[in-house]
């Protein structure tokens, strides 16, 4: 067993890289389904003991209470940034349970249950530091390690590699995990277009449900193939910066 962290930025921030294809509200309203497509996973998965929602959002105890979660205020934690906050959220659950911890970004709609237990089986046999890469395999998108024995958290710019790096330094074995689920995270309009892709293959969900039951996914399919080159591609800019 395990518990669950899950930092959650101000939704009415949230996105601001999409805001050439989607409005603010937009871009709240996918954040807030996605959300709920990683809080359904957790919520309901029998290896994860306890899930923690870290959000001054004006939603946050709302969604926490619908799924039976724990909610913290950033604001209370006495840090800023999402280094510290993550770390100091960890120092706290360790005092609560000794359980090993899963920290991970809340824009993974395409999460599974498959994708958290291949994580929980991958740390009960390799031990040290699991870390679930973006899909340019340069960003973080979930950690899990033991409580007793935190990474030094370095959320940003190369993370994957950082964090591969600082483990080392301090005796943790790490493990790259590559799983679709927890590689494809939403924040520009590459990933976008790769995500009405997983809906179009089936992919179901609170963020497949906004995407496709409303006039907004054709108005983003549309948007998309504005923003194509010839050759019918969105431009990808590269790692994103988790």
């Given at each position: 067993m395990a518990q669950a962290l899950v930092p959650l930025k101000d939704m009415v921030e949230a996105k601001s890289r999409l805001s050439g294809v989607l409005s603010p509200a937009e871009r709240r309203s996918l954040a807030q389904a996605?959300?709920?497509d990683v809080l359904t996973v957790l919520a309901?998965?029998?290896?994860?003991?306890?899930?923690?929602?870290?959000s001054d959002d004006p939603a946050a105890g709302?969604?926490?209470?619908?799924?039976?979660?724990?909610?913290?205020?950033?604001?209370?934690?006495?840090?800023?940034?999402?280094?510290?906050?993550?770390?100091?959220?960890?120092q706290l659950l360790a005092l609560e349970s000794k359980q090993p911890i899963v920290v991970l970004h809340a824009d993974l709609p395409c999460l599974a249950a498959s994708d958290i237990t291949a994580v929980l089986d991958s740390l009960a046999r390799h031990g040290g530091l699991i870390i679930g890469c973006d899909r340019h395999e340069t960003g973080t998108n979930l950690l899990a390690f033991?409580?007793?024995?935190?990474?030094?958290?370095?959320?940003?710019?190369?993370?994957?590699a950082r964090h591969c790096a600082v483990a080392k330094v301090v005796g943790l074995s790490p493990l790259v995990l590559h799983r679709p689920g927890i590689a494809l995270d939403i924040d520009e309009a590459p990933d976008l277009a790769?995500?009405?892709?997983?809906?179009?293959?089936?992919?179901?969900?609170?963020?497949?449900?906004?995407l496709s039951e409303s006039s907004l996914g054709s108005r983003i399919r549309a948007q998309l193939a504005s923003l194509a080159p010839a050759d019918g591609k969105i431009l990808d800019t590269g790692a994103i910066n988790k």
């Open positions: 996605m959300v709920e309901g998965h029998p290896g994860i003991s306890a899930v923690t929602l870290v709302m969604l926490a209470a619908k799924y039976g979660i724990n909610h913290w205020l950033e604001s209370a934690l006495g840090c800023r940034g999402l280094n510290p906050v993550i770390a100091r959220s960890c033991g409580a007793e024995r935190p990474p030094q958290f370095s959320f940003g710019v190369e993370s994957c790769l995500l009405m892709d997983k809906i179009d293959a089936g992919r179901e969900g609170f963020s497949a449900a906004l």
